[in-house]
């Protein structure tokens, strides 16, 4: 049987490192609604199973010292949010071969090559076996 949960929380490790890559080096809030689709509340006001989830990627991300956030807001996300150096030294590590090409110039090459730009690109366009694949490289960089 498929670990479907495990997949989301790789998923949504990288959602949150690739967001806050973009922002870096700036606190800014990041919500759950921001790493994933909004889901309703039940009828007694509690979140979703999948959204608690999403919450705890965060959590466990900050445990684990990928992240650093000043405040929770409620469950739904978190306030002065921004990567550790830890974090921040792994996404620029290059991690595909960097190619010459002589109608690119080298630091584009250096960019593309760095496992920020490989995270977003398989964000946009790649299967979840990538995305695990560059979540467990960055966890064991």
Known sequence: MADIHIDDFFRDCARI???????????????????????????????????????????????????????????????????????FVRLCKPIVEVTSDENKPALIGRKQASLAWQLKQVLKSGTTDEVNQLCIKLFEL
């Not at 967001?19 to 800014?28: D, K, V, W, Y």
């Not at 809030?29 to 999948?50: K, N």
Request: one cysteine or more; hydrophobic letters at 40%; aromatic letters at 12%.
């Open 17 to 87: 490192l690739a967001s806050l890559h973009g922002a870096f080096p700036r606190l800014t809030s990041l919500f759950v609604d921001d790493i994933i689709p909004a889901e309703p509340l039940d009828e007694f006001g509690i979140p979703s199973r999948r959204h608690q989830a999403c919450f705890d990627a965060f959590i466990w991300l900050a445990n684990e010292g990928y992240i650093r956030y000043h405040d929770r807001v409620r469950t739904e996300g978190f306030d002065e949010v921004v990567l550790t150096e830890k974090s």
